[in-house]
């Protein structure tokens, strides 16, 4: 089983967009998938539709009962795609958490649960775009964090400044003594302008010097309107945009570059037949 965590200390860069469109492709690719909203603004969570089920706990119980149960996890319309949703929306979790010792590890000790080790190939955490024992936890529950990054001069700026700012705080010999999984940075919502192309390769000059613990991904992700289309819709991008006409690639194209990247063992694996009979033709 493999864990990422999708983190950002800045707000409304994609995050939610891009663990429910990773977690979609994977689960369409055939794996397992366990989706856990750890923001207490349920966007994850209401991303795409769920299959009813009553009564349902969620990301309350995951934290203080400190496993994850089957009832604590709510099925997608879509085959293989499941989630813990968040239901904290007043945001107690946060505070009941910073009381634990524990506080850092809980979310990692859940999720060797027999409910979640037996039963998915892949976990992928939504955090919110701010700090807190919340967002720690799920940090130090991951195998690997995937940070999305805008190619915008404040945005650059944010992910120097506060999200190596959080790792730094969490790594080995830290408060919490952690041992955090690498950083892989995506460039994320690319617009077509000189000044968004410059800040990239800006992000990837800067970062090459922390290359053991942070990765700048080829795949870049850009701004496209499939993105929101396919999130109005509640479908997977990979799904609503399998083609794109001109020069830039289809949604699909980029998710599945992307999940290369992240996976190399899936390189080569398409999420369906069409796409392998789409690349014959
Ligand atoms: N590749 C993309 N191209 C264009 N728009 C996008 C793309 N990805 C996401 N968006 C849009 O950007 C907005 C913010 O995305 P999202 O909610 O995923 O960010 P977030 O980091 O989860 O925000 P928050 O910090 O509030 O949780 C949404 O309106 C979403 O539809
Ligand atoms: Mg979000």
């Given at each position: 089983m493999i864990k990422f965590t999708i983190t950002s200390t800045k707000g409304g860069v994609g995050k939610t967009t891009l663990t429910a469109n990773l977690?979609?492709?994977?689960?369409?690719?055939?794996?397992?998938?366990?989706?856990?909203?750890?923001?207490v603004q349920p966007s994850?969570?209401?991303?795409?539709?769920?299959?009813?089920?009553?009564?349902?706990?969620?990301?309350?119980?995951?934290?203080v009962r400190g496993q994850v149960t089957a009832s604590c996890?709510?099925?997608?319309?879509?085959?293989?795609?499941?989630?813990?949703?968040?239901?904290?929306?007043?945001?107690?979790?946060p505070n009941w958490l910073l009381n634990r010792i524990d506080r850092g590890f809980r979310l990692r000790f859940a999720l060797q649960?027999?409910?979640?080790?037996?039963?998915?190939?892949?976990?992928l955490i939504d955090t919110q775009g701010a700090i807190g024992p919340l967002q720690d936890a799920a940090l130090m529950a991951a195998d690997i964090l995937v940070s999305p990054i805008t190619p915008e001069i404040l945005?650059?700026?944010?992910?120097?400044?506060?999200?190596?700012?959080?790792?730094?705080?969490?790594?080995?010999?830290?408060?919490?003594?952690?041992?955090?999984g690498p950083v892989k940075a995506v460039i994320y919502r690319q617009d077509r302008t000189v000044d968004a192309r410059l800040i990239a390769s800006g992000i990837r000059e800067d970062f090459?010097?922390?290359?053991?613990?942070?990765?700048?991904?080829d795949t870049v992700v850009p701004h496209a309107k499939a993105y929101k289309?396919?999130?109005?819709?509640?479908?997977?991008?990979?799904?609503?945009?399998?083609?794109?006409?001109?020069?830039?690639?289809?949604?699909?194209?980029?998710?599945?570059?992307?999940v290369w990247e992240l996976i190399?063992?899936?390189?080569?694996?398409?999420?369906?037949?069409?796409?392998?009979?789409e690349r014959s033709t």
């Open positions: 977690g979609a492709l994977l689960a369409d690719m055939g794996l397992r998938v366990l989706l856990i909203d750890a923001d994850l969570s209401k991303y795409f539709p769920l299959v009813k089920r009553t009564p349902v706990a969620g990301l309350t119980e995951v934290i996890i709510t099925q997608t319309v879509y085959p293989n795609l499941h989630i813990v949703v968040s239901d904290d929306p007043e945001g107690h979790l649960s027999p409910a979640v080790a037996e039963h998915y190939d892949c976990v945005s650059a700026r944010e992910f120097k400044d506060g999200t190596m700012e959080l790792l730094e705080r969490l790594e080995p010999g830290s408060a919490l003594g952690a041992t955090l090459a010097r922390f290359k053991d613990r942070v990765s700048v991904l289309e396919a999130a109005t819709l509640r479908v997977p991008v990979h799904r609503h945009e399998r083609r794109h006409a001109g020069v830039m690639p289809s949604a699909s194209a980029v998710m599945h570059q992307l190399p063992s899936l390189r080569g694996v398409y999420a369906d037949t069409v796409h392998v009979s």
